[in-house]
């Protein structure tokens, strides 16, 4: 297992690198001046060239891009705001927590929600569990994550007042950001759990658990649910990536100041150490979530465990 978790590990790197060679191109062949952002239209032709001088905009592309990957990945250093002089590095770990706090909230309770809705639906299928079920799902798959916020806003915070439109505090000000961000992936968790149990509902030794005399619960959570796991654990790893890459967008309906609200204020001001850091940041986040469902996939699926196991074995053998 270990050799497996190890393999993981050391694919993310290219996948990192290249991450990060993609944004640093996108965002120097952008249109847009940040020197000219940064001085005002009244700003003189030689103001401009001193000011890309200083950021060191005026070296080749090349060089821009070794240095970057240097500072990055060998020194971990992700620069200063261009607007600011902060360090980018200081921000994005005052503000990660914080998004970070809002997937995993809403990724609980996505999937606290939408594996048991889905199960229900499966049980009873064609009844109006499951019926309410799948009407809920199609709901969550089709209303679009900035509409429902904003509709959040409008009823929850400024028609009723029971929570807050925007800002951080305490556990109020997560609520309508977290219930806006689940509701997508509660829907398709629940159509993923929904169709995954149906495929083994079936199964010969689900009818022989039946037989033995087993409840109808034993029958679901000793021999169904286990086998039914795997294709919810891949689409429970998507849907987690989906619900940090949805943050960005819910982060600037309600004001979060989290990793989403920063970066599009930098994109807007052409600040881009703090774009490519956000990005990179980003990225290792997603990879890290990639690994640990690759990771639940193997304890789950004994057949993935003992391969790898198997694998570390030859390989022993052959060198003796």
């Known amino acids: 297992m270990g050799r497996f978790v190890l393999k993981r590990i050391l694919q993310m790197i290219p996948v990192l690198l290249m991450v990060a060679v993609l944004i640093f191109t996108i965002l120097y062949f952008v249109p847009g001046d940040p020197a000219?952002?940064?001085?005002?239209?009244?700003?003189?032709?030689?103001?401009?060239?001193?000011?890309?001088?200083?950021?060191?905009?005026?070296?080749p592309f090349l060089v821009q891009l070794g240095d970057f990957l240097y500072q990055t990945f060998i020194k971990f250093d992700l620069g200063k705001s261009y607007l600011t002089g902060a360090p980018v590095g200081a921000e994005i770990a005052a503000r990660l927590p914080r998004t970070l706090i809002l997937g995993v909230a809403s990724m609980v309770l996505a999937f606290g929600?939408?594996?048991?809705?889905?199960?229900?639906?499966?049980?009873h299928?064609?009844?109006?569990?499951?019926?309410?079920?799948?009407?809920?799902a199609l709901l969550g798959v089709s209303i679009p994550t900035f509409w429902l916020a904003l509709m959040f806003v409008l009823l929850f915070a400024l028609k009723l007042r029971w929570f807050p439109s925007s800002g951080i505090g305490g556990?109020?000000?997560?609520?309508?950001?977290?219930?806006?961000?689940?509701?997508?992936?509660?829907?398709?968790q629940a159509r993923q759990s929904r169709s995954s149990m149906l495929e083994v509902i079936r199964a010969d030794y689900v009818v022989t658990a039946r037989a033995k005399g087993l409840s109808e619960r034993e029958v679901i959570m000793r021999h169904a649910l286990p086998n039914a796991l795997n294709p919810i654990i891949t689409l429970a790893g998507n849907n987690l990536a989906v619900i940090f890459g949805g943050s960005i967008v819910i982060e600037n309906v309600f004001s979060f100041p989290g990793i989403g609200q920063y970066m599009i204020t930098a994109i807007n001001q052409r600040d881009y150490p703090i774009v490519r850091g956000c990005v990179v940041m980003l990225a290792i986040v997603f990879a890290v979530i990639m690994l640990l469902v690759d990771i639940a996939y193997a304890f789950n699926d004994p057949r993935i465990k003992a391969r790898y196991e198997n694998s570390g074995r030859k390989t022993k053998v052959k060198k003796a």
């Not at 952002?37 to 005026?58: F, H, N, W």
């Not at 299928?125 to 809920?136: F, K, T």
């Open 125 to 136: 299928q064609n009844g109006w569990g499951d019926r309410i079920s799948m009407i809920i």
């Open 36 to 59: 000219q952002i940064m001085l005002g239209s009244t700003a003189t032709k030689y103001e401009l060239q001193q000011m890309r001088e200083q950021l060191g905009l005026t070296r």
């Open 171 to 188: 556990f109020k000000y997560y609520v309508l950001p977290t219930v806006s961000l689940c509701f997508g992936g509660l829907a398709t």
């Open 113 to 123: 929600i939408g594996i048991p809705l889905g199960i229900t639906a499966a049980i």
